[in-house]
């Protein structure tokens, strides 16, 4: 029996503990935000913190996340409120397909969450483990500096509230 | 723009709880390609689209083409809600259903109006509209850059414009005014001179017993108020808190997940599968023998994963396990000397006298390209969820072709089409992929002997190895260049045609041109790759004017630009592209810059890249895009695929290769099919001229022309002319002298 605690909940878990991460996170979990991508930690769509740190969870036994604190996509907003990459994705449109962006996404808030004031070749550096193909990345380069401005101004710059926004863009 | 010459139906009344329905049938004027086998007969209908004005003035838009990150959604609804004047914040839209619900005009009367028990005063015209489009099954395809120039263009603002003539129609009676004192704006009518106002909404029940106007009048792109500006996409919340769902992503009760591995030569079978070391592993419901592929079904994907790869499978023989890629490319070269011999060409284009002109020259230059196969490398790999119950089967699944998947399903399980339901969800990349349905029929035919719902997702690897291949080709050129340096007469000759046909055209004032091709087809499967054609014989044709250009020691762009002296349109695109380059600007050491211009789904795209190459190690510094789709109904959507469409293309260029070695694919995952990051993506600004002409696409047009002007760059800067595609195969290290006499 493994315990792990994503984005604060306490799940205690009967799996194989070869397992990666990846599959338990999105099957017995059924948190889908975060991607399988490629299986082989080449492309960053599978991007979770693992006590902070980025890993690519579909390489991650399990069994490195027993006892140990993990935050998905869905875990990234708090009190209801967006974390600024999200808003600043938002401002920026950054997603096409968005299939890559729950990694993008994780990719960039590890990296401001040590180094809040990025240079161009700390976002390269940062985030070029992160495929995205539909070719968002002048985007994401400019959302990062963007939410990087908003913790830089001390305030979530006029949060939006999740739950608006009109009705639904797809599926009826 | 407001030209609107085809016929199209138009129906309307009032359904359950007081909402006005309007629908839309047009039929195409192209009947080219694909289109036309389909279409039976005049007045058959090819697209639908329904607008809804509910009681609370909210306005649904039906739109019939996938979200894949190309902003459709939102563009189209931004066509209808300018046409209608509705206020853009009470826009809703709503993917249309695939297949029977949709081209069965009982059934899709009853998604569409939201109400099984359809109002009988709207059978006779409507059951006409969607009776039409029973006809057009497997047509409802989201590609071909389509979506805005044709659906958008010929029935999301005729739908808006309809109704809104009937709104105002209908408010002039209730009011006891004259239509002309009445204006619409941001989803209300007015009536100034009495100061009278109400929302649309009110006049919905009198709109719906109005005729419906023919032809009512389109606007002109002055009096635009919604297209044209960027609004926010209404897909992107969802997108960056995982809530989006993907195929991947459907979670239904009881469900197994399947792994599939096919045999690794196209056409082969399988001859054999060993079971006893797999069957009694962790999590392992069956395995499956689909003939051409094993598939294992599991508690958890993973597991499916480790058992498909324990389990010993072996394949017949089809013949094509002694091909490598080598012998593919000199089939081609072969093939071509035989056209040759033979003069036994298909003719693409044919003006003038290409022959005589080739002996008037003063100068015959030549040159060879080819390109490799590509693969497509969506984000999110091929899969599909598919549940079998009581002779019905339903798919979840992403895809650019949901009635056409869901006929081929239906063909292959035996069963009737109305017996297939599938559910659109989210694509995680589409480029053309998505358009064919092998990996879907999989699923069908393992949920089929299943008492559960399965999930099949394929590997990486998979789907590497079992794409739809953009060709590889060759393509060879002549030129007649006279004192001047400027071509007299083109000759094109190359191998493997698809579409779109226009594909090899080229813009540039040659009087006497021959552009011919012959067939030369391997046992790789081929498939739609963003731009099609497009994306190799841009690369062909823009080379080799850049050779000319060279050759005639001119400046590349100028060199273009005399050529471009009748065709203006695509000459304030280039002129554009260079400007906004600063393209006479010198240079840092190192750096060089290419330009080139194409012209595919009606739109023309220009661009000039700037590359720094040092040691041998390229990189796409800056790209700066000029495009001319004739209207950008979404001008910031326009830039973000012209963004999409040079990093796809660029990706490629750079390091694109599928190769074939013992008749099967060599590559497997992004460690050897690379991808371009984001250390080594250029900078990239987009301009874009709204010039009125006809509305072209834009999910595609922006990649055909990047690579060319990134080997028209790289030449710029050492000398070396690359002619052979994917540029990583090239050692750019060496102190190549700027050769400017190299053809």
Redesign the interface.
Known sequence: MLTLTINGEVHELDV?PA??LL?VIR?QL???????????A??G?CTVHLNGAPVRSCVTPVTVADQQKIT???G??TNGE?HP??QA??DE??????????GQ?MSAAALLANNPNPSDND???A???????????????KGIKRAAATLAAGESSEPQD?SA???????? | MGKWTRRAFISSGIIAGGTLAVGVAIRPGDRSGKVADLIAADGAAVFDVWLKLAPDNTVTAIIPHAEMGQGVHTSLAMMLADELDANWDEVRMQEAPAHKEYANYAMAKGYALGDADFPAFLVDTVDGVFLTATRMMGLQITGGSTSVKTTGQQAMRVAGAATRSMLLQAAAEEWQVAVSELSASSGRIEHPASHRSAPFAAFAERAASLPEPAKPRLKTSSEFTIMGTSPARLDVPAKVDGSASFGIDVRLPGMKFAAVKAAPVFGARIANVRNESVQNMPGVRRIVNLGDAVAVVADSYWQAEQALARLTVSYTESGNERINQSDIFNQFTADLDKAVAEQAFETDVKAGDAAAAFTAGERIIEAEYRVPYLAHATMEPMNCTAWMRDGRCELWTGTQNPLGFALEVAKALDIDADDVTLHNQYLGGGFGRRAFPDYAIQAARIARESAYPVQLIWSRAEDTRHDHYRQANISRFRAAINADGMPLAWENSYVDKHDPAEATHIPYGIDHQLIRYTSSQSHVPWGFWRSVDHSLHAFFTESFIDELAIAAGADPYTYRRQLLANNPRFRDVLDLAAEKSDWQRPLPENFGRGIAIHRSFGTIVAQVLEVEIVAGKLIARRAVCAVDAGYAVHPDGMKAQMESGIIYGLTAALYGEISIRDGAVQQSNFHDYPMLRMSEAPEIETHIINSGESMGGAGEPGTPAIAPALTNAIFDATGTRIRELPVQRHDLSKPDLKARDVV
């Not at chain 1, 059924?30 to 082989?40: E, M, R, V």
């Not at chain 1, 449109?93 to 729950?102: D, E, N, T």
């Not at chain 1, 985030?127 to 380069?141: A, H, K, L």
């Open positions: 194989d397992t990666p599959w099957e059924a948190l889908t935000g975060t991607k399988f991508g490629c299986g082989i080449q492309c769509a998905t996509i869905e990234l907003a967006w990459l999200q994705w938002i449109q950054v997603p096409q397909c968005g299939y890559c962006q729950s996404i976002i390269d550096q985030m070029s483990g992160n495929v995205c193909r539909c070719g968002t990345y002048g985007r994401i380069r999740r926004g009109r009705g639904e863009s797809r599926h009826g």
